[in-house]
């Protein structure tokens, strides 16, 4: 078949609104549970939070709660926020800015137990560096005060 | 002097950017000629631009503590090259250079496209210098790269060590030419339809931008990967996240375009619909840089945590974009139409190409936009991760993949031989290889095993338009088509192999324990301290063996003390079958340290098939550019 000009815009067309239209509809369907929200140990105690679902878990490193397994590879910490506290393992290398005290994003899911199960724990390369979901003013006043030494 | 001498600059460079602007809407509407002019004042631009940024590496090479910015990012005890590269390892040094790579486009458009028509040239160097002039306030009123500190710093605060690495050094730069280079595809776009002269003329006057920026984009990304892969320690070469994704959106988007220019440019087809494409390539560019520049993500590459910077970018992002689009919807209707193609042809196919590509881009878009959106209107924090991206785009990218054997058989405007019977062995090829993966890995994912099946077609299938072909009286860019088909190929092998046969082991030992990965014997013999230039480090010396030959890797945890910062150094060997890839984490007080070992299989082919991808586009621009000096020496 030749399209006739007029006929094979039209064409042209209809078929860019429905890429645009399937993008959106797929990204949508996958977005619907695939999706990691983030939670802080106030959210998980509040029950927020779904045991079984990937999701991300952010607060600081309690004080003197690290502790290693015999195994010697996974290690069990506790994150609070001030108001709650999760206890959390986590079987691999721990990144090099993990640190008792400091800020923690952990990637996994919480057990029936109310343990958070971490796959992977970002705590980031750069002293200047917060999780944004645990407030940029302290980063910056970190950054103000490391300049002003 | 050498910093107000670039902020000097700048400032003339932003002045002459709007004196172009100014100029090339009076030469359009007919009211001025002004072509020379034009053209000259975007050189002129484009100069100051190099000048200013030639006085920010000086400054940086003397680390200069008065100035802010080399206090804030360098230090005095720094490798001479990380000081240079520190110059545009920060916010304010990395935009300058943006800026400078934008007024060199415009200048060597000014001075390479003079065979457009001088409306549609003029009228894309006058886009070109909009493009400029926003970019250069941005610079002047929110980053100005050049400010003083009184009194100057008595040592600066270090550049994050994580940066300190030759591959990132040269990440950022090539990138950007990418990125920046695509803009040229923008303004030519703009001026043609401001001029309404959209033809082959102009399509070959922008293919080699889109080429040009194209292969940098691809090598960039490939660098980039490689660069995640052996420093963050993670055993993993794509983690998409939102800055992996700034790079690919553009990088999708240009694929898109460089396809459909080369349908404009050989058949005088697809007008309206590479003027979109060309539109959302260097939006994608501009996404990008919002990203990454506004601090409003979470990740190793963001410095700026100032909301008005990402304020700024977004709302010059939004006139452009803006203004080509209602350009676009005004313009669209009024093209020539094209030149008609039957429903099995190259031209159809690439149609397809564009749709599947623009689909993935959407997706990637969605994904990574999402958690900003849904933050801003429900106030839940959430990520979106591989789990969405890998299903929701892999099977996308499989079904493109599968369009890339059979595309570039079929000839332009209509198909009438059967083509499908060339594809005959790569398509036992890639039957066969399933059938193996269903046999012998079935705990792989569905993805993988089609990922394994498809680069066992495609890799003989890239091959099949040279055959038949005198290989030396082959222009050269078929060859470079072929190529970059095959490197497609190559990647997809190489990453679906990553994902089926990668064996990871974890364990505590001690030095003199060994262990065992997959084919591998992996001895570790000690640990001792060492030191480099600004750091020190604890390195094991790791023996491994699988048969014959031993090979040692030494894995280390570096410490740096400006700023205080930890690294993990991973150790890689690479051997033909594939890498074993080695890190050293933590003691424990019974003298074990942690080992985090991992054998990959093939894994060496993402980054070949990367690199074999840049090389093919490369080749089509020495073989485009041949044929136009051709043209215009027996013109």
């Known amino acids: ?149 | 002097m050498t910093a107000e001498a670039g902020l000097a600059a700048l400032w003339l460079a932003a002045a002459l950017s709007l004196l172009g602007l100014f100029l090339s809407i009076l030469h359009v509407r007919g009211k001025l000629e002004a072509d020379r002019t034009v053209r000259g004042l975007a050189v002129v631009q484009g100069l100051l631009c190099l000048f200013a940024f030639a006085m920010l590496l000086i400054v940086f090479a003397r680390t200069d503590l008065s100035v802010l910015l080399v206090a804030s990012n360098s230090h005095s005890a720094k490798p001479f090259v990380y000081k240079i590269a520190g110059a545009w390892g920060n916010h304010e040094g990395s935009m300058l250079l943006w800026v400078t790579v934008l007024g060199l486009s415009g200048a060597a458009m000014a001075v390479f496209s003079r065979r457009l028509p001088s409306r549609t040239l003029i009228a894309a160097l006058g886009a070109q210098a909009a493009l400029a002039l926003g970019f250069h306030a941005f610079l002047l009123l929110a980053s100005n790269p050049f400010a003083r500190l009184d009194p100057p710093a008595p040592e600066g605060r270090g550049l994050n060590p994580l940066l300190q690495d030759p591959g990132l050094a040269f990440h950022p730069p090539t990138l950007y030419l990418g990125y920046v280079g695509l803009s040229v595809a923008f303004s030519l776009a703009v001026g043609a339809m401001l001029a309404g002269d959209v033809d082959r003329q102009l399509a070959r006057a922008m293919r080699p931008w889109v080429l040009g920026a194209w292969i940098f984009l691809t090598l960039g990304i490939t660098a980039g990967s490689y660069w995640a892969y052996y420093e963050l320690g993670w055993g993993g070469w794509w983690f998409w996240d939102p800055v992996e994704n700034a790079s690919l959106m553009p990088w999708l988007a240009a694929t898109a375009l460089l396809h459909s220019v080369a349908v404009l440019a050989a058949r005088n087809a697809l007008k309206a619909w590479t003027m979109m494409l060309a539109v959302i390539a260097f939006t994608m560019s501009m996404v990008g840089t919002f990203l990454v520049r506004s601090g409003i993500l979470t990740s190793v590459h963001s410095f700026a945590v100032d909301p008005t910077r990402g304020g700024f970018i977004l709302a010059l992002l939004g006139i452009y974009v803006t203004a080509a689009f209602v350009l676009f919807a005004v313009r669209a209707g009024t093209l020539r139409e094209g030149a008609p193609f039957e429903l099995v042809s190259r031209e159809a196919a690439i149609v397809l190409n564009n749709l599947l590509l623009t689909v993935i881009l959407g997706i990637v878009f969605i994904g990574t936009l999402y958690p900003l959106m849904a933050e801003a209107v429900t106030g839940e924090k959430l990520s979106v991760g591989a789990p969405y991206f890998n299903a929701v785009a892999g099977p996308l990218a499989i079904l493109l993949g599968i369009l890339l054997t059979v595309g570039p058989l079929l000839s332009w405007r209509r198909e009438s031989r059967p083509v499908l019977r060339k594809l005959a062995l790569p398509a036992l090829f890639a039957a066969t290889v399933l059938v193996i993966a269903f046999l012998a890995w079935p705990q792989a994912t569905i993805l993988t095993k089609l990922g394994l099946a498809l680069g066992a077609g495609l890799i003989p299938a890239a091959l099949l338009p040279l055959i038949g072909r005198n290989p030396l009286r082959t222009p050269l860019a078929i060859w470079g088509m072929a190529i970059a088909h095959l490197g497609a190929g190559v990647a997809i092998a190489g990453m679906a192999a990553d994902s089926a046969f990668t064996t990871e082991k974890l364990t505590a030992a001690r030095p003199g324990e060994t262990v065992e990965i997959g084919p591998w014997l992996v001895k570790f013999e000690s640990v001792a301290p060492v030191a480099g230039p600004n750091w020190t480090a604890v390195e094991a010396e790791l023996r491994a063996s699988r048969g014959g030959g031993v090979e040692v890797l030494r894995p280390q945890t570096r410490s740096f003390s400006n700023p205080p910062t930890e690294t993990n150094e991973a150790a890689i060997k690479t051997v033909l079958a594939g890498q074993l890839y080695t890190v050293i984490g933590q003691p424990d007080p019974e003298g074990r340290w942690q080992l985090r070992l991992w054998w990959k299989p093939m894994v060496t082919l993402i980054w070949l098939g990367g690199a074999l991808v840049g090389l093919g586009g490369l080749l089509a621009l020495l073989g485009h550019a041949r044929r136009a000096w051709r043209r215009r020496a027996f013109a």
């Open chain 1, 1 to 149: 078949m030749i399209a006739r000009p007029k006929h094979q815009r039209l064409v042209l067309v209809i078929l860019a609104i429905l890429a645009v239209l399937g993008a959106v509809l797929l990204a949508m369907w996958g977005l619907q549970d695939r999706a990691a929200y983030f939670y802080t140990p106030a959210d998980i105690a509040a029950g927020k939070a779904a045991p079984g679902r990937a999701m991300r878990l952010g607060g600081m490193v309690e004080k003197g709660s690290v502790k290693r397994d015999v195994d010697g590879v996974t290690t069990r910490f506790v994150v609070e926020d001030g108001e709650a506290r999760v206890p959390v393992t986590y079987r691999g290398i721990l990144p090099d800015l993990f640190r008792e005290g400091s800020g923690v994003v952990a990637e996994g899911q919480l057990s029936s137990g109310n343990t958070f199960v971490a796959d992977n724990i970002l705590a980031k390369h750069d002293e200047r560096y917060m999780p944004p979901q645990l407030g940029n003013q302290q980063a910056e006043h970190q950054a103000g005060q490391t300049l002003k030494r």
